[in-house]
């Protein structure tokens, strides 16, 4: 869920990128170049008044161009040697920890590599890796897990943030509102392992207060941690309660967007509280759901590992393992790295297809994408 | 929002509401109270009440103090404080770094780079891979395996860039006609009339490093090297599987691994807590700052 607040930031990053104004500085020759090129006068504040100083400040507004005008591209990087020169370390960084692995992986994954054996001498098989990834059980057994996990997160913890957006955005009992707030945002910055605690601190079989609760209510104690039966629910559970919070954020965002007068208006026409979020507060947060959405299908392959991994165990990895956990488990514990890339691969492939669709579809019924 | 009195339906409304976000904040404050008392519950206590505590009748520290006799509490303490401090510090050169260059509009390329950027969002190659990287660059078993990969933050350095690029065009230009440098207009100007996205997005690096574990599962065998989440892990799933088998155990043990679990756990989470005044004034506006417009 984090890496969807992640993404909704980048995504309005994006948006700034179709300003059409520019502001910059200039030489004074380009100012020249570009009246000429757009035939048009500047407005006067624009060439600074004072032609006399060598270097002026422009406002391009009337030209709608991202650039200066008909200066050669090496003049232009030339120009701008220094600011390269200051990206050189943030270049390297994404170099050396980002793209390295994509790239070894695509090396890799056509590979058989064995322990003691180094990834250039290893002997290429070609596809091999990718299919054993169907051959493979286990590996399918953890590939419908994945989608089935993702699909009910995907159902139970679609709504609540959404729902709660709504409550907040409504409430006018404005003090009890923040403490409110205050209190569903905290569960967002503890760890999984945190979590894991809190869970077992309510649900262990032994001491956890649901069964203390149970017992002294004549009920029988029920395994929630060791029973293919419960551990779903309660993954998915601990999942909306650590991230609701955080996300409604994200909606609240943009309801505190609308004109508060569409409201005035829809009460003085004498519209229920129902109308009002059908009518007004739905659609416009409807961008945002299909942003959610878009990510959320583009994740499909992606059950939360992290989470997993320190929620299963051996009872019920049968409900549980995934294809996250399975390359820990396994691939990197086992030294099967071939399988294990070809997953990892795979899951990031079909995720980046998934993310263009959900983007096209998004583009076509909300009017707007992830780009 | 609405400034009126609430009357007849808008009241139920009101009051529908308001039972909602009462449950969803019950929901989220029992769990941590709950835990926080059974931490403070001495052994006989949870014996006498067969472990239906809710908050304890004689608080006592006992519990965190058998866990602070624990070096290796300490010593996972030390490296998650250290990684919680040079970690937000490199990325925060990094990502201002990036985020000035990237915010000057006439630069060739800015819309290739920002692409290639915002691709490793989308896209990683994999758990194995970052594996064998890891391997090559000999950071294995290494504290630095804790640093380094987290310096390209591709959303932090988003944040930043759009801030840098709202901040006021008359400022940097100012600069421009007496004459100055991109490094003098990124550390006179850019850096301190950013400081609020700083740190913003600091803050957010610093809660990301304080919960990591997967990266020291993933990297470091050494347990002396192991930061507090990943030592919180162990001591929690280290015998999760035979719960059911500890009713077999005596209580006192029972117990001692109850409250001492639940201590770690406040331990785990208190950096937080005091840290999330602070977050929340900054991660509302980290939130909205994209969606502010001219």
């Known amino acids: ?371 | 929002m609405m400034s009126f009195k609430p009357r007849g339906t808008e009241l139920y409304y009101q009051i529908f509401i308001f039972i909602i976000a009462l449950v969803v904040s019950i929901s989220a404050i029992f769990p941590l109270m709950y835990v926080l008392g059974v931490s403070l519950t001495s052994t006989n206590e949870l014996i006498r009440n067969n472990y239906f505590v809710i908050w304890p009748t004689q608080p006592t520290l006992n519990a965190y103090e058998r866990m602070a006799a624990n070096p290796a509490i300490w010593r996972s303490l030390t490296i998650s404080v250290a990684r919680s401090a040079i970690g937000p510090f490199l990325t925060l050169i990094i990502m201002a770094l990036g985020a000035y260059v990237l915010s000057v509009r006439t630069l060739p390329g800015r819309k290739q780079i920002l692409m290639l950027i915002i691709f490793t969002m989308l896209f990683t190659g994999g758990l194995i891979p970052r594996y064998l990287v890891m391997r090559q660059l000999g950071l294995l078993n290494s504290f630095w395996v804790y640093i380094w990969p987290m310096l390209p933050d591709a959303f932090g350095l988003l944040v930043l860039k759009i801030f840098i690029e709202n901040l006021p065009d008359s400022l940097l230009e100012s600069a421009d006609i007496d004459g100055a440098k991109h490094t003098q207009k990124l550390v006179y100007l850019a850096v301190p009339l950013a400081k609020p996205a700083l740190a913003a997005v600091g803050m957010f690096a610093i809660v990301n490093h304080w919960n990591a574990w997967f990266d020291a599962l993933l990297f470091v065998t050494r347990s002396r090297l192991h930061p507090l989440q990943m030592v919180l892990r162990n001591v929690l799933t280290s015998d999760a599987f035979f719960d059911a088998a500890q009713n077999v155990l005596s209580d006192a043990v029972r117990t001692n691994v109850v409250s001492m679990r639940m201590a770690t756990v406040v331990v785990g989470i208190l950096p937080m807590l005091m840290l999330y005044p602070f977050l929340q004034k900054y991660f509302v506006h980290g939130v909205f700052l994209g969606s502010v417009k001219e």
């Open chain 1, 1 to 371: 869920m984090f890496i969807v607040s992640y993404l909704i930031r980048a995504y309005r990053a994006n948006t700034y990128e179709h300003e059409p104004y520019i502001y910059g500085s200039v030489r004074i020759e380009e100012i020249a170049l570009a009246k000429h090129v757009s035939g048009s006068e500047l407005p006067s504040h624009a060439t600074g008044g004072d032609l006399a100083e060598g270097l002026q400040q422009v406002h391009l507004g009337t030209i709608k161009t991202r650039k200066p005008i008909g200066v050669p591209l090496k003049e232009r990087i030339r120009r701008h040697r220094e600011l390269y020169i200051l990206f050189i370390p943030v270049a390297i960084v994404y170099i050396v920890f980002r793209y390295w692995e994509i790239g070894l992986g695509f090396v890799a994954v056509f590979k058989e590599m064995r322990i003691g054996q180094g990834l250039w001498e290893s002997p290429w098989v070609g596809m091999r890796n990718f299919q054993m990834i169907f051959e493979n059980p286990n590996v399918v057994r953890t590939i419908r897990n994945t989608i089935e996990i993702s699909l009910y997160r995907l159902f139970w913890g679609f709504a609540p943030p959404i729902i709660l957006a709504v409550v907040f955005h409504d409430m006018v009992w404005m003090r009890f509102k923040r403490i409110s707030q205050t209190l569903v945002y905290l569960p967002h910055f503890f760890s999984w392992v945190v979590i894991y605690g809190i869970v077992f601190a309510l649900f262990s079989t032994g001491t956890g207060f649901v069964n203390v609760l149970l017992e002294n209510l004549g009920f029988q104690r029920i395994e929630f941690l060791l029973s293919t039966r419960w551990f779903r629910p309660i993954l998915i559970g601990s999942d909306i309660w650590k991230t609701m919070g955080w996300g409604s954020i994200l909606y609240m965002a943009a309801l505190t967007n609308v004109d508060p007068g569409l409201y005035e208006a829809a009460v003085i026409d004498g519209a229920g509280p129902l109308k009002r979020i059908r009518h007004i507060s739905i659609p416009s947060i409807l961008p945002v759901i299909a942003f959610v959405l878009t990510l959320t299908i583009g994740n499909i392959l992606r059950a939360g590992g992290e989470q997993i991994l320190i929620f299963y165990n051996e009872a019920v990895f049968e409900v549980a393992d995934v294809i996250e956990t399975w390359v820990v488990r396994v691939g990197l514990g086992r030294f099967q790295f071939g399988v294990g890339i070809a997953v990892g691969l795979f899951q990031s492939v079909v995720g980046l297809i998934l993310i263009v669709i959900g983007n096209y579809i998004s583009r076509r019924v909300a009017g707007r994408g992830i780009w």
